[in-house]
């Protein structure tokens, strides 16, 4: 399946009539003229002069300099670039609504060909999109993209994380054992991202209404920074700002400390460190699907990363 | 070289469509009689969530065929142990009826940053060589190993074609069923784009004709379901879109491979502007009026290729 959309690029600098006669050409060297060809930037087409010089093998196709395989060349860099859009706009829909539609799909093009996939699975797709945001000149007066998207990464990313197994049972055991060694079990998929910004707000405005842009805006303008924690109620996935002794408290949980260390960490946070109490966090964590049972620490605990980075 | 015999099939196909993400409600809530829903299995790789349990759910009442566009069993570089893994995983999960994937690649380095690993996400064609049979069966071989169940391996639609070919596709496919085991899933589609683009550029004059003569050349009892859909006529290319009803010529070449093949599970997809679920049933139902009449008793069936 593709799609029929057409694209300008520069086909004829990749396509070289080939001079050769000789077909014996190793199938890895012919694949990768092919992938070269594909993934060369409109207007770039030779990806690198490096690359030519370790595998500069012309793509050896039949009827190459024919408008029929100029034609079928398109055909896939459009639906590569089709595929780019669709995939990267479902996992940063609130980037698309900030910058337009027609400058996302740019973007996106962008992206497809400064950070192609690794794997066949699109959803692991996109990671780069905050990083390449916040390194663009052109984006340099919208400081605040960068964090929405690590917020929207993060959403996308607990969308299919591994199901939690809650276990209310262990909770008893905050009662009964010695804290030491103790942890709470966070839902799969949780993550913070510290903002100088409002993220937390920016994308639950687009997203839920909640709160309105015009505040979300408000806060934007008075430069509010948010603790942005990202996790899994059951399948939903949820974002939300949260005080930063929570933060503090999350984040110990999430480098795998013990109860005990997390909440000195909160305790040891300057910011309203009186308002925060932990027995009405908890109720509140637990009753969200934040926290979902107590365990003992072992080297590898239920807070570890499910989704190990890519290689 | 004798051909294998017809194999023993059922009176008519089982019909299947492509199961999509605005279909997921309606179809769990008014469950149209469907003989398998077929679903991309890299859509369901994460280790759980809302899709997961969808697909589950979704599994609870219909047989489901995963079909794979990612696996890359063409590449000379192998099959990425990341992605089989995550197919194993999901075929423990959802134990599907059909497990399918692409006569195609996709897999190979970055152009620009040497040992980086880069992914296309596309159907790329292979030359018909026996160095690329030789890949592919080795890749074959290996998920069949890992899944301990044959595999379907599908015929693409190509919009460029290498220099190279030491065969046709018919016998690369033949052979890579004969050598690996593994079953053949026939897109009827993709061989009239492929015969329509063959007329674009002047290689033939009958593209329905050369159509019919690649399924003739297709042992029948490899092949485990077919694939319909439509395409669409872009004027200078005819691009496999799956973006609209299947067309008349195709339903023509889809009796002439029933009578070739047997009742063998037919699909429907859709994939591009995927319409209102009751126009996909109306195609399923298509499918099955077609699939009786081309598998009539032959007194009463007109044995030309109507096509």
């Keep these: 399946m593709r799609h029929p959309v057409s694209t300008p690029c520069c086909i004829e600098d990749v396509l070289e009539p080939a001079t050769h006669t000789q077909d014996n050409r190793p199938l890895a060297t012919q694949q990768q003229a092919l992938l070269r060809a594909l993934f060369a930037r409109p207007g770039r087409p ?28 398109q055909a896939y860099q459009a639906n590569g670039h089709a595929l780019a859009e669709r995939s990267l706009g479902a996992a940063y829909p609130v980037i698309t609504a900030l910058i337009g539609a027609d400058n996302f799909a740019r973007l996106a093009r962008d992206v497809w060909h400064s950070h192609p996939p690794t794997r066949g699975d699109m959803a692991l797709w996109g990671d780069a999109l905050p990083d390449f945001l916040q390194a663009s000149e052109q984006l340099a007066d919208v400081p605040y993209l960068a964090d929405v998207a690590r917020v929207e990464w993060a959403l996308h990313r607990a969308a299919s994380a591994a199901d939690a197994r809650p276990d209310p049972a262990s909770f008893a055991r905050l009662g009964t054992e010695a804290p030491e060694g103790l942890a709470l079990t966070l839902s799969p998929g949780t993550a913070l991202i510290g903002s100088p910004h409002p993220a937390a707000s920016l994308v639950t405005a687009h997203l839920h209404g909640v709160p309105p842009l015009d505040e979300a805006a408000r806060r934007l303008r008075e430069g509010l920074g948010e603790h942005v924690l990202v996790w899994r109620q059951g399948l939903r996935p949820r974002v939300g700002a949260v005080h930063p002794a929570a933060a503090a408290l999350i984040q110990r949980l999430l480098d795998g400390c013990d109860l005990p260390q997390a909440l000195d960490a909160a305790g040891a946070c300057d910011a309203a460190a009186e308002a925060f109490d932990f027995s009405t966090w908890l109720t509140t964590a637990v ?25 | 070289m004798p051909r294998p015999a017809r194999p023993v099939r059922a009176a008519v196909p089982g019909v299947g469509i492509g199961w999509r993400h605005p279909h997921y409600a309606e179809l769990l809530q008014n469950r149209p009689a469907l003989d398998f829903i077929e679903v991309h299995s890299e859509n369901f790789f994460g280790a759980g969530g809302a899709a997961l349990a969808v697909l589950r759910e979704g599994r609870a009442h219909y047989p489901v065929s995963l ?14 142990p990341w992605h089989l893994d995550q197919l194993a995983h999901l075929v423990q999960a959802i134990d599907p009826v059909r497990v399918s994937d692409h006569a195609s690649f996709a897999r190979g380095q970055h152009p620009g940053e040497t040992g980086q690993a880069l992914h296309a996400v596309d159907l790329l064609p292979v030359p018909f060589s026996r160095a690329a049979l030789d890949a592919m069966c080795a890749n074959v071989q290996r998920v069949q190993d890992r899944l301990r169940r044959p595999i379907a391996v599908e015929n693409l639609s190509a919009y460029v074609r290498w220099r190279q070919a ?23 589609n993709n061989i009239a784009v492929n015969a329509l683009n063959a007329q674009l550029r ?5 593209p ?31 691009i496999d879109d799956h973006g609209s009803r299947v067309r008349d010529d195709v339903w023509a070449l889809y009796r002439h491979a029933l009578r070739r093949f047997g009742a063998v599970p037919t699909l429907i997809e859709w994939d591009t502007d995927v319409p209102a679920l009751a126009v996909l049933l109306d195609e399923a139902e298509r499918a099955r009026a077609q699939a009786r009449h081309a598998l009539r008793p032959p007194a009463t069936t007109p044995d030309a290729v109507t096509a």
């Design chain 2, 166 to 188: 030491e065969m046709d596709e018919p016998e690369f496919l033949n052979t890579l069923a004969q050598r690996s085991g593994c079953q053949l899933l026939v897109d009827v």
């Design chain 1, 287 to 311: 009753t969200d699907g934040l926290v979902t049972g107590v365990h003992r620490l072992t080297a590898a605990g239920p807070n570890a990363p499910t989704q190990a980075p890519l290689p």
């Design chain 1, 46 to 73: 030779e990806a690198g002069a490096d690359d030519e010089a370790i595998d500069g093998a012309p793509l050896d196709l039949l009827d190459a300099g024919s408008a029929q395989t100029r034609r079928g060349l």
């Design chain 2, 208 to 238: 329905l004709a050369s159509c019919a003569r690649w399924l003739d050349a297709i042992a029948p009892a490899h092949v485990a379901e077919i694939h319909l859909a439509g395409h669409v006529h872009c004027g200078d290319i005819v």
């Design chain 2, 202 to 206: 002047g290689d033939t004059a009958d």
């Design chain 2, 67 to 80: 079909h794979g566009v990612g696996l890359s069993l063409g590449s000379a570089s192998g099959i990425d």
